[in-house]
């Protein structure tokens, strides 16, 4: 018998669960669907953004749905167009297998007519976002008076983007008897006040602390002055060569500003808020998705409803003025069991809100300095040198080849090696060379977490380390501090800022433990292969772990400061250059790494 098989699924559902390739249940779908299949009951569910909550409440209620009947008997609110059509997606799935079964997504930004076209013909299953649903109820487009189940789906978004008077009016026109199931992250008043109400003697499960963040998210906050803001977000970015991240800003107007700065100095950026149109909106998830887009900049209200599984980084470039903001949006990455890291830029005056938000998430921010310029050249430095070691050779270069022999006749190999890195490197060099230290002064806020807030120099008693291992070979910032952790025995506390990327990695130790540590890896194999640890050239703490893609240099003479502004480009503000990056970009620069 499966794991899903135990829980009561039927055959039909097993059989969509194996074409799916799911092998075992989250704890969310192991607590709630025996509850949810063995009776009809109400149900409050707290589990955070990616651990399962849809297969949670989907699986039961096709289960559950008379498909013979054309009635509507289940109707499922969420906040967003988006999340609106990802539910209705995977509930097609989870009943592929299930005959006549029709789920119809209602949302706004369609034609209502064809929405209310597609319901005419039957929609057991009716998958919606608060406002259109009640205009569709108002226009008597619809009928939920004879529904058996009610799901509200992230409950604490929708009413933080302002649908608890919908919801209120929506849940009016259902049935008394029927079943109603929440789940939400976190359990704000209103979402109480709504289960006080529509709701009889729920059951409930929590899955994790409630209001608590998930521990595969790493917290750090770094502290710069007020005006950088900016450079500091970007050398987060190239300390990290494979970002694929959600810029938060508070605001419309930084949100646009960020995101066409970022795509003005050559990043694959794009804005995401509440002045685009559905289309650009949805031109720029697409792009987002197929990660053309790797720094997606947005308002915390347009991110509703973003589920894309492998982002590496949440960037907070200003807090929120709500500590469960922050809970949302730390909740974009490390889903599905993968780790992430969400970052903080602040400035000193804000520090006292870090404190807060440790409190109500409970778990304790990683104190980081901004990388350094010269600890981003040799990041960039180990980028480029694997990125040429693993490309592909394209054959058709063959017939190039004996005219560039010519002209590289005489140059030994270590010289052309040196001459090919500087291609690239020099340019990154030259940028960096004399960039000044954004960070504030030292905030002296000492241990924090198991990961120590250390200064960046060997005078703290800290060594950092280059390790040749990072994400390809199956790392994230977890493992490789379990893995060290083992193999050195020094204790997990010992073992700090890690930073992993995508074929290597940095961690430091106390200077007493350097001896321990080399020695450990002299020689050293994991599955054949020689693992490889040097003492770093620069010793600091680059900030995150991860991975860039796409990051793009400009062949600019930039002089030393984090200016990044294209002399004679076209600087248009417009919100359609910033919602998609794609065709801004100029194609006279080339990857830089």
Known sequence: MTKFEALGLQKSLLDAVSDMGFETPSEVQEKAIPILLEGETDLVALAQTGTGKTAAFGFPLIQKIDSNSRTTQGLILSPTRELCLQITNELQLYSKYEKNINVVAIYGGASITDQARQIKRGAQII????GRMKDMIGRRLVDISKIDYCILDEADE??????????KDILSNTPEEKSTWLFSATMPKEVSVIAKKFMHSPQEITVGAKNSGVD?????????????????????ADTNPDIFSVIFCRTKRDTQKVAEKLIEDGYNAGALHGDLSQNQRDMVMNAFRKKQIQMLVATDVAARGIDVDDITHVINYQ???????????????????????SMVIVTRSELRKIKSIENKIKQQFVAKKIPTGMEICEIQLYHLANKIKDTKINEDVENYLPAINDVLQGIDREELIKKIVSVEFTRFFNYYNKAQDLNSVDIGRGERGGERSRGENSSDGSVRYFINVGEKDGYDWMSLKDFLKDTLDLGRDAIYKVDVKESFSFFNTEASDTEKVLSTFTEFKVDGRFVNVEVSKTPGGS???GANRGRRFK?????????????GRDRSTSKDNASHSGKRRSKKRSDFF
Request: no cysteine; proline share 4%; glycine share 18%.
């Open 158 to 167: 929708m009413l933080n983007m302002g649908f608890f008077e919908d919801i």
């Open 127 to 130: 998958v919606a976002t608060p």
């Open 319 to 341: 807090l929120p003025d709500e500590i469960e903001t922050y809970t949302h949006r730390s909740g974009r990455t490390g889903r599905a069991g993968k780790s992430g890291i």
């Open 555 to 567: 062949d600019k003479g930039r002089g030393g400061k984090d200016r990044g502004r294209s002399k």
């Open 543 to 545: 900030g995150g772990g």
């Open 216 to 236: 595969t998210v790493q917290h750090e906050y770094y502290v710069v002055g007020g005006r950088d803001r900016y450079p500091a977000l970007k050398r987060l």
